[in-house]
C-alpha cells in the first residue's frame, strides 16, 4: 500500500525556469514532510522539511508547500540549476504515533535540468 | 566529520546464498535505519533501532531478514537463502535520535542475486 505517491517519473526544465515537483498522501495521520535529494551512487541527502503546521517553507531556491486538506505537497527550485538533476524522493511521517521514526517514501522523480 | 558509511559497496551473490550487509552509522546518532530501494521503486523501510529499546521490525518483508546492532553503533543486515527478488540497493541512515526525522543515509550496498 504505497501511502506516498509521486505520480511523475521524471521532469525535463530548462536552466533558469521553476521546476515543479509534486507528490500526494494518502494517510491523515503524517504530519512531518521531507524532499531528500539523490544523484547516482550516492545515498539521499535531505534537502527541505516541513511540519503541517505550516503551508510553507521557503530555504534558497527551494520552497515547499503544503495543502493538508488536498493531502498535497509540492517542491519548488526556483531557478532551476544543472547540478539541481538528481532524483527527488518525497518522504512522510506521522510524529504522534508509534511509527515516529519510520519516513514512507514516494518512488521518486527524476528531473534533469538542460542548459 | 564521517558520515554514514556502508560495506561492501556492491555484492553479487547466488540464490540460496546468505549475505550480510554492514553499516557504520555518523558517530553519537542513536538511531539507525535500514531501507531498501527496489529498482524503478522509492524507499521501503525495513527496520530502526533506537538506543537500547527493542527494534522495530515491522518493515521486514520475511524472516530470512534480519538485523541487529551491537553496542550500539555498528548494525548488520542479514539475508538468509537469498532470492532474485531480494535485488536492491540497502541503505542505512542514522539520526541523533528518533525524535528526529531528518535522517542522514549512506551510499547504499547494491545487491543483485543470480
Known amino acids: 500500500d504505497q501511502q506516498v505517491k509521486q505520480n511523475s517519473p521524471s521532469l525535463s526544465v530548462q536552466e533558469g525556469r521553476i521546476s515543479i515537483l509534486n507528490c500526494d498522501y494518502t494517510?491523515?495521520?503524517?504530519?512531518?514532510f521531507l524532499w531528500y535529494k539523490k544523484y547516482p551512487a550516492e545515498g539521499p541527502t535531505f534537502l527541505i522539511s516541513?511540519?503541517?503546521?505550516?503551508d510553507k517553507n521557503e530555504d534558497g531556491r527551494f520552497t515547499v508547500f503544503l495543502n493538508k486538506s488536498a493531502k498535497h505537497l509540492s517542491l519548488h527550485i526556483v531557478p532551476s540549476q544543472p547540478g539541481d538533476s538528481a532524483v527527488y524522493f518525497c518522504?512522510?511521517?506521522?510524529?504522534?504515533?508509534?511509527?515516529?521514526?519510520?519516513?514512507?517514501f514516494g518512488a521518486g522523480t527524476q528531473v534533469v535540468v538542460t542548459p | 566529520g564521517a558520515g554514514v558509511s556502508q560495506s561492501p559497496s556492491n555484492k553479487v551473490t547466488e540464490k540460496g546464498k546468505d549475505v550480510e550487509l554492514r553499516c557504520d552509522p555518523i558517530?553519537?546518532?542513536?538511531?539507525l535505519y535500514w531501507y531498501r530501494q527496489s529498482l524503478g521503486q522509492g524507499l521501503e523501510f525495513l527496520i530502526y533501532?533506537?538506543?537500547?529499546?527493542?527494534?522495530?521490525k515491522s518493515g521486514l518483508p520475511s524472516d530470512r531478514f534480519s538485523a541487529e546492532r551491537t553496542g550500539g553503533s555498528v548494525s548488520t543486515l542479514t539475508i538468509q537463502r537469498t532470492q532474485q527478488e531480494d535485488s536492491a540497493v540497502y541503505l542505512c541512515?542514522?539520526?541523533?535520535?528518533?525524535?528526529?526525522?531528518?535522517?542522514?543515509f549512506g551510499p547504499g550496498t547494491r545487491l543483485l542475486v543470480l
Open positions: 558517530s553519537g546518532h542513536t538511531a
Open positions: 541512515a542514522s539520526s541523533p535520535q528518533i525524535a528526529q526525522e531528518t535522517q542522514y
Open positions: 518522504a512522510a511521517s506521522a510524529r504522534g504515533s508509534d511509527s515516529w521514526g519510520k519516513l514512507q
Open positions: 494517510n491523515s495521520m503524517f504530519d512531518y
Open positions: 533501532f533506537q538506543g537500547n529499546s527493542a527494534p522495530d
Open positions: 516541513i511540519s503541517s503546521i505550516k
